[in-house]
Nanobody
Framework: QVELQESGPGLVKPSQTLSLTCTVS??????????WSWIRQPPGKGLEWMGA???????YYSPSLKSRTSISRDTSKNQFTLQLNSVTSEDTAVYYC?????????????WGQGTQVTVSS
C-alpha cells in the first residue's frame, strides 16, 4: 500500500517561502518510471499542477510558477519537498502530493490527504 503524507506549516506570511514535504511509504521515489508531483487547489478553483520530480531526480515545473518553485528530494528519507518563494494571498490553497504513473501525463494513482496553507500576515 502506497501512502503519501504532506507536512509543513499551515500559515505563511506574505513574501516568505512556503516549504512542504511529502513523505512516501510503501514505494520508493527512485523506482522507475514514476514522477512525484505537487498539486494545489485554491479555494473555489480547480486543481493546479505545480511541478514534479522524477525517479532519476529530474525536475519539471509549471511555466506559470517556474520562477518561484523548487522541488527537491531526500532519497534516504524517501521524501520530496516543495519550496515556493515570495508567496502572496493567491498562493493560499490546499496542497497535495501525488504519484504520476504515466510519465507526467497527469494520471495519478496515489495522493496525499492534502494540507491547507494560508498566506496571511
Amino acid at each position: 500500500q502506497v501512502e503519501l503524507q504532506e507536512s509543513g506549516p499551515g500559515l505563511v506570511k506574505p513574501s516568505q517561502t512556503l516549504s512542504l514535504t511529502c513523505t512516501v511509504s510503501g514505494a520508493s521515489i527512485t523506482t522507475a518510471s514514476y514522477h512525484w508531483s505537487w498539486i494545489r487547489q485554491p479555494p473555489g478553483k480547480g486543481l493546479e499542477w505545480m511541478g514534479a520530480i522524477g525517479y532519476r531526480g529530474g525536475t519539471y515545473y509549471s511555466p506559470s510558477l517556474k520562477s518561484r518553485t523548487s522541488i527537491s528530494r531526500d532519497t534516504s528519507k524517501n521524501q520530496f519537498t516543495l519550496q515556493l518563494n515570495s508567496v502572496t494571498s493567491e498562493d493560499t490553497a490546499v496542497y497535495y502530493c501525488a504519484r504520476d504513473f504515466r510519465g507526467l501525463n497527469g494520471e495519478y494513482d496515489y495522493w496525499g490527504q492534502g494540507t491547507q496553507v494560508t498566506v496571511s500576515s
